[in-house]
């Protein structure tokens, strides 16, 4: 699966920097969060991850798998999806039981649903990916599965 970076023109770059510039060298607490929050940022994680999002590849490769074992069957990803995600594979999945494994095979940070992308939460701010990357992983699982109950 290839997972599309979001790269829009952010204009919340210029103050991730400041936000972060010397944010290490504060050694009160309070001090730190008060740059944080002077800039609009709730965490230093909040500020990187803007950076990050602008440096990151056009695409980043997941491996997403399905393994079996009789009428039980996992789904891999290396990502942490919403529960609505793994609520769609587990209700679409042909096995009667399915269990979803985040963070296998790397890890490339939250996958929030449609609706959380309305928000300004945590999640979306780490977020690489663009609105609908998770409902697509999650067709793509139940994919994988089905044609690995096919296989049966």
Do not use: W
Request: hydrophobic letters at 35%.
């Amino acid at each position: 699966f290839v997972g599309v970076v979001n790269h829009t023109e952010d204009h919340r770059v210029p103050d991730a920097e400041a936000a972060r510039k010397g944010y290490y060298d504060i050694e009160e607490p309070a001090d730190r969060a008060a740059q944080l929050k002077k800039y609009g940022f709730n965490s230093v994680l909040h500020a990187n991850s803007i950076l990050n999002r602008s440096k990151s590849p056009a695409t980043i490769d997941m491996e997403l798998m399905a393994i079996s074992m009789g009428d039980i069957a996992f789904a891999t990803a290396p990502i942490e999806m919403f529960n609505s995600h793994g609520r769609h594979i587990k209700n679409n999945s042909p096995f009667q039981l399915t269990f979803m494994l985040a963070y296998s095979n790397g890890s490339h940070s939250y996958i929030p649903d449609e609706k959380a992308f309305q928000y300004d939460c945590y999640e979306k701010n780490t977020c690489l990916f663009l609105p609908g990357t998770g409902e697509e992983i999650a067709k793509t699982h139940v994919d994988l599965l089905q044609q690995l109950k096919n296989t049966q």
